[in-house]
């Protein structure tokens, strides 16, 4: 005898099942979709600590910042993405809304294009662009980096104005590793591993005398008693202080407080002292990935 009309028999018990108790499967929908949420702000699926860094393609990370009195004034945005065989980032940051108007619609645009070294675990700059833009006046540096004859060739402008240009030698065995290149190298451990207590420095793009990024990931007794100062709720997370050029964010001091959650993207960020706007203060809302 065929087992057909018992099977069908089933699948329609399961149906009417379905259908007249939909909670339970709308419930295992919301319990799938629960886990598929990253537990803690800052982690997500299939995170490795080091590898071919070609993983972050397809990336996106976003932040709302604040200033002076100002809650979620400006908003930012840094992506790692391929095109054509080759690959890029950009970071976006702009003032919006009422603060947009009051700060000249001010906006950052940073964007580099890279080679992927060492054996696909490293980026390389090729070129970096570095745009500050307020109200009508758009203030430019184009870096270009020839690795062949080790050289660095740059040119600024200033509303479309080519007004200085210049070359130097790139070290030999080295790089002049700008703020895009040293951010993605930094979550592969590149320069070091990301332990409590680790200092290292980084050889960037010379900036009015200033030619290195120094980081320095706090000591667990330092960042624990920086936590309860800051009231902040206990976690895996890192502090680093980070030092840049003073010209990358337009700063006093080039200083960054960051902390970062435990698959080290960086949830909070401070960068000290912008010019005109005192402390800046970003948060991380999300990430998306797009492989």
Partial sequence: MSSKPSNLLNFLIIVAISVSMPGIASTTHALEEKL??????????????????????GESLYYDISFLWFKNAASAKVSFFEEHGKYFSVLEASTKGFVGFFTSYRKHFYKTEFEIIDNGKKLRPRTFLRQVIIGDQVEGTQHRFDYAKRLHTWEKHLNGEKVKTDQEEIPSESAFNDILTSFYNVRNSIYGKLKKGQKFKIKTIPEKGHDEISVHIWSEKAQEKFRIEEAREPGEELLINIVVPKEIFKSETGELMVWTSKHYVPVETIVKDYILLGDLHARFTHREANH
């Fill in 36 to 57: 598929a949420k990253p537990i803690t702000l800052g982690e997500y699926k299939g995170f490795y600590p080091e590898g071919k860094i070609t993983r972050f393609s």
